[in-house]
């Protein structure tokens, strides 16, 4: 399994940034992916998931209605949309993929069990 991030940035508060992950190695449809965040001293967070086969999203508290995750299938693409950036957002994104039989939304421990991950990209929200 490889997962490659791209998009991140340094960004204005209430901006977007679109961030995206290329995945390889694996039968897309077999899996969840999903994007997490680690902020500077702070433990890595859920930020949004979704069964690839069904489409079931999960999404944090602190994102809902302003971040999507969404893929192109076509592509083995998956894609975190963000608006409305806030400074709070500063953080390391990762995308992570789970075969489905461990998946159980966005509960940490199994996506660090048995998840794949990519080496991350920087977004920073500052004015």
């Known amino acids: 399994v490889q997962l490659v991030e791209s998009g991140g940035g340094l960004v204005q508060p209430g901006g977007t940034l679109r961030l995206s992950c290329v995945a390889s190695?694996?039968?897309?449809?077999?899996?969840?992916m999903g994007w997490f965040r680690q902020a500077p001293g702070e433990e890595r967070e859920g930020v949004s998931c979704?069964?690839?086969?069904?489409?079931?999203?999960y999404d944090a508290d602190s994102v809902r209605g302003r971040f999507t995750i969404s893929s192109d299938n076509t592509k083995n693409t998956v894609y975190l949309q963000m608006n409305n950036l806030k400074p709070e957002d500063t953080a390391v994104y990762y995308c992570?993929?789970?075969?489905?039989?461990?998946?159980?939304?966005?509960?940490?421990?199994?996506?660090?069990?048995?998840?794949?991950w990519g080496q991350g990209t920087q977004v920073i929200v500052s004015s």
């Open positions: 992570a993929a789970i075969p489905m039989r461990y998946y159980s939304g966005l509960d940490y421990r199994f996506w660090a069990e048995f998840g794949s």
């Open positions: 190695g694996f039968t897309f449809d077999d899996y969840a």
């Open positions: 979704f069964s690839l086969s069904d489409g079931t999203t």
